[in-house]
């Protein structure tokens, strides 16, 4: 394949995921509970299945945003009691935040609000197409990142 073919397929490969991209937070946010914010969603999630305290740093690095917003995320998240935020023991400079169990509460409810959308979408592609999908998606992200 030549270049000009390369880059046209590379334009498309990103126009096509950008748009999904936006259509996706689209629908979220709209079936979100009401105040909920999709990444207060991401945050709240992460902490359910990570089972254990994260730094604010560790949250921002894992989500790929500076530590500037994820501690307005975070403090989002503590103003409605969703995480709690304590000084880290060993070090006073830094702090350690967990999912409160309000958190788990609104986790709960965030995903019973989003799984009909997500199992919709799933089934209208079609098991077979999603997981040939997955190990494409999964590569992409790792060379991203």
Do not use: C
């Not at 945003?65 to 501690?71: D, E, H, L, Q």
């Not at 609104?106 to 959308?117: D, F, G, W």
């Amino acid at each position: 394949m030549n270049a000009t073919a390369n880059n046209a397929l590379a334009v498309a490969l990103f126009s096509e995921i950008l748009t999904a991209d936006q259509l996706v937070r689209n629908r979220l946010s709209r079936v979100l509970p009401k105040g909920m914010e999709i990444s207060h969603f991401s945050v709240l999630n992460h902490l359910a299945h990570a089972g254990a305290e994260r730094s604010p740093a560790q949250l921002a690095k894992t989500f790929h945003v500076t530590r500037g917003a994820m501690t307005n995320t975070l403090r989002k998240l503590e103003w409605a009691g969703y995480v709690h935020i304590r000084p880290d023991w060993d070090d006073a400079r830094r702090k350690m935040v967990a999912i409160s169990p309000a958190g788990r509460q609104a986790r709960e409810a965030a995903l019973a609000a989003i799984s009909p959308m997500i199992t919709d979408l799933v089934h209208d592609l079609g098991g077979e197409k999603v997981r040939a999908v997955l190990p494409i998606l999964r590569d992409l992200r790792a060379k991203l990142e």
